[in-house]
């Protein structure tokens, strides 16, 4: 099954269009899948969905156990860079029972694909549960993946010692993207110490390897993150300027839900009339059809 990479997860987890499992004998489904992973390396997931769709559609034709779970994991992988959440739920509870259908199980990329997707949506509870089974599993990337969701899980309800453990385990990273989380955890961390002005350079070297790897969901959320220590730190300018560069990112995804509140912020933040004006820009481009 894939090696799971997380992009978009914050997790939208980048996929390429190349599969161990792909049999070479099945033309159309092996380009359908190239066209996809092609569509979502130029950040156009709902073109990778519907490529996607063709190739779990060959994948059930010819009734691969291992296509099938490939091409459903990469499906939800691409639901969640396009913010479907509740879709990408969908695609995995699906996946699941054709896999079991035909005698195959889960595997831990699939199953932190839906604790991404339940974190999105709120359901924090189920979401830690599931990346906690990720995390004690054999899939060493996978689990690191999950350590660091099980840090944000943390950082949001306020378990200090969850979030250590989290940063912890994290310490045997060492990919750039690896970094990237457990340098935005202890950003998180410092917010909680008081320590503001290490936690914003934490946190804008987080967004940097973040903007490296492609990752751009995760580069707008650590900048938020070191908006919020700059703005706790009573540094208001480079606060609003840090809300409205990870504003105007989330806008640029399509995802309203983040891109609005960042916005704001940086509106309250700034006596900068360019400011304003350029947030007032972005969330009008919200409101409009894409």
Known sequence: MRVLVLVAVFLVFACSGSHRTVTPDDAMMRQNAHAAGLALTLDRPNEAIAQYKLALERAQARDDASAIGDYGYDMAVAQLAANQSEKALVTVRTTRSEL???????????????????????????SDRL????EAGDDQEAALR????????ADDVGDTAELNRAIAQLSSGASPEQQADRDELLARRDIRKGAFASATELAEHAADLRRDALDYR???????????????????????????????????????????????????????TTVHQAARSAIAALQSPR
Not at 246 to 262: F, H, I, K, L, N
Request: aromatic fraction near 6%; charge should be positive.
């Open 131 to 134: 990346a906690h089974q990720v």
């Open 100 to 126: 079991a259908r035909r005698g195959a199980s889960s595997f831990a990329a699939l199953d932190l694909a839906e604790a991404t997707a339940r974190y999105r949506i709120g359901d924090k509870a189920t």
């Open 146 to 153: 999950a350590s660091f969701l099980r840090g944000l899980i």
């Open 218 to 272: 995760g580069m707008a959320r650590a900048l938020a993150v070191a908006a919020d220590a700059a703005a706790r730190g009573r540094r208001a300018q480079l606060a609003a300027n840090l809300y409205m560069r990870a504003g105007q990112s989330a806008a640029a995804q399509g995802d309203a839900t983040t891109a609005r509140p960042w916005l704001q912020h940086a509106m309250e933040l700034s006596d900068d």
